[in-house]
Every structure is written in C-alpha cells, then in structure tokens.
C-alpha cells in the first residue's frame, strides 16, 4: 500500500501531490496583508491626492491586478522598500494605453470600474476565464445610473467609452449584499456631482467607508445608509496606511490546527472587523479553542489581534444564520464547510446561493470536495430559492483515512485550493490537487507554509 502514497511533489503542469500523512499545525504561522483592504488603500490612496505609504500590502496577484492598472492610469510608485509602498496619484488621469488586465480579480474589476467611471477616461477591462464568466451588471447598472456611458458588454472584456461631463450622484439600494457594489458606487461618488448615497439591505464589510474616513474623504454613514461627496484631492498632505493581516488567509490556519491532532498555532496582526471574524464565532460555537489577544488599532482605522487555535478532537454541528451570514462569511464558508465536516452531527450553512459567483460556483466546489473524501451532504433549496448545505460529519474518530490517493480540481479558485488542502492535512488522505498556482492570487506563501514550497 506504501508504493500507492506519493511522496509530496509540485509539478509544472500545475498539479500538486501532497502527502500530508506527517502535517502538523504547530507554532507561528502569518498572514499575508488583508486583501480587501490592499485594494483599497491602492485605490482610495491614489485619489488621495499626496503621498501613501501603504505597509504590509498584500503580495498577490489581485492586488498587483489593481496596482498595476493604476500605474497606467498614471498612478506613480515613488518608492519601494522596507517601510512600505509610497505611491501618488495624478493631479489628470490618464487613459490606459492597454487593456486593464484584471487577472482573476472580481475586486479588482469592480472597484476600478467605479474608479474609471468618476475619472472618465475609456478603459477596457479583461480578465480570466474564471473572472470573464462574473456578472458585472450589479456595478454597471448603478454607474451607468451615475452617468457612466454604457460599457460594451457585462462580462469582461468589456470597454468603458471615455466620458466628458461628471458623474451624477444618486440614491442607490443595491439588490445584492455586496461590498464590491456599494464600493464602486462610492468610489464614482467621490467625482461626482451631489452626494451619493448607498443603502444597504443587509450591512457588508465597511473597509471602503474606513478607509475613506481615514483618507479625510467626505463621507458620511447613518445606520445602513452611506454617503460621500465630490472629493478633492489634498496634493501636499501626506498619510501611511498600515494594512492587518487577512482573516480569510488565517482561516485556513486556524481550521488547520482545529482539525490535526497535536496542532497549535498562533497567528499575529490579524484583522478584527466585525464583518470579517464572523466564522470565528461559528467556530467557537462548534467548540473550537481559539483564543484572541492583544486587541489593537492600526493605522488605517482598523483593528488587529493574536489569534491561538488548538486542535480540537470534539467539534459540535451549526446552522449558520440565513440573514447575518452570507455576506458576513462569503470568503470563509469553504473552509468553514471542511471544520463541519469534522463535527460531531449534522451542519446546515444556510442560504449560500451567491457563493455561485465566486471564483468558481463554490456551493458546487464545496459539494464536490466534500464528496471526494466521503464524506455525505445535500444541497437543499427553500421556497424561496435560497440553497443551503447540510453537512453530514464525520470526525475523526468514526472516519477511516482513504488509502488511496484522491484527485482534486480547483478549478481556479484560490479558496477552493487551499480548503482542499487543509482537509486533506487534517483527513490524513494524500492529495492531487489539480490547479494548486491560483494559491498565488491571495496567498503566496501558502504552500510554503504548509511544508510543501
Ligand atoms: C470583497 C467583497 C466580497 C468578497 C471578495 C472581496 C471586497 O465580494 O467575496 O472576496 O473586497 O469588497 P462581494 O462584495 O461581491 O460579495
């Protein structure tokens, strides 16, 4: 049976086999900088108008994605080193000479677009298979509202004809719960004329809003509803936006450590948005030992902590909120999906149907992962078509490693790659882990991490 185990091995046809019969989660693990809110320090910095020193930018390919459509834009890098990115944006922005290569960056995408509509130079955006087949009417329809001219098409590549006259605020609720929506409005609004106002139905992350408020931009929040005004640029202030550690990167160390025996891992700087630790408390719900320390604000209006995950042998079932949780856990349920198949009972993730238009359809990536190591779930939908998954789990203790290696594909999702991972780590079951690069759009030093770079 031996010779049937690969040993661990990264070919260059972008297939990993990962044997992880001798991981262990043990000691200081990091994070790379939250990538979220990467995109928008790049992006609200260069509207800014001086200098930003952006520290702890996240290093991966999304969000070299925006920086690097920013700088054809006429965005300059003034400098590059040990205390961070310094970066300036134009007193007139340019038109890109090329296509914005948008990589596999939904962000990306959307929070330039509303960039480019406020400016308004003609920018043609391209992206990805993956990014190529993501719906990106819901920020064309609010923009377009705004003023923007009407693009070629609503999935990439799609042109955005060049505009003489400024946008138009208005009054917006946006259909879906959306971060990347209400941003991109927002960002339109801070070149338009009149406010512009966004009111969510249900709240998402609020970087944007932060972030803006630490930038001296004017804006406004009053419950759900957001509001900026025509913003203009301070060239001679200065600002450095230090940027915490990516939750939904530490998520993977933290369900690591919860489901391998004698693992026990501490991840520092970790962000501490409300919005983005929601899984935490799911976690702890299910019995996880997780401890936060050393609560504190950064530079930037954000907060950070320590996170110690332990492992956990008696994890408990859930039912995640159908209202509060979808977008407060968007990035996090696939890995969230893996800890409950760990669980002692019977998992119901509710109402998930916009995890569909992730970087692959997640709902069914999750359904898939989860059946290649056997263990049982439906996808069910109510009557008002909202899909939830019922997890059967199966810890440890009644689960029986699969001998045999077993194949799985990413499809080129960076989550799904790293949730597949992490299960097989705590399942003990090698690995052939089919599109394993798209790791490097959020996480590049993941894998390294893991024992296997
Ligand atoms: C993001 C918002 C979320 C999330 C994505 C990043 C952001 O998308 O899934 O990874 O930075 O605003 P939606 O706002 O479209 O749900």
Redesign the pocket.
Known sequence: LKATIPTTTLEEIDTLHFNPLNIVFKGNYTVPGD??IS?RALILGSIFGGQVTIKNLNGGEDVHSTLAALEEMGVKVISKGAEGLVIQGPQNWLTPSKPLDMGNS??ST?LLMGLVAGAGVQATFKGDASLSKRPMARVIDPLVQMGMPKPSGENLPLTVPPNEKKLLGIDYIPTV?????K?AILIGGLFAKGPTRVTEIMA??D?TERMMGYMGMPLETQGHRIQVREYAPQRDAQITVDIPGDPSSAAFWVVGALITPHSKVTIENVLMNPFRVKFLEYLLEMGGQIEVEDLKVTQGGEEVATLKAHYSPNLRAIETDPVQAP?AL??EFPILAVAASFADGQSSLQNLG?LRF?ESDRLFKIGELLRAFGISFEITQNEQGGESLIVHGRPLSTYTPLGHPITYSSQGDHRMAMSALIMAAGRKTPLRLEGVKTINTSFPTFLEQLGVG
Do not use: L, Y
């Open positions: 990538k979220s995109h939904g962000t959307r719960a959306s971060a990347q929506v941003s998402t992350r970087h977008a968007i990035d916009e992730k």
